[in-house]
């Protein structure tokens, strides 16, 4: 279940990095953990 979540997090954020290119991968990040909590 662990690498799953880990792929579809990585999913998420190569989407959201595609959608919104401006934002640094630490902003990236947080939305990311904020999304997925």
Known sequence: MGG???IE???A???HNY???RLSQ???AVAT???AA
């Open 4 to 6: 799953w979540m880990r």
């Open 26 to 28: 630490r902003e990236l």
């Open 9 to 11: 997090m990585k999913r």
């Open 33 to 35: 953990a904020m999304k």
């Open 19 to 21: 959608e919104r290119p």
């Open 13 to 15: 954020l190569i989407k």
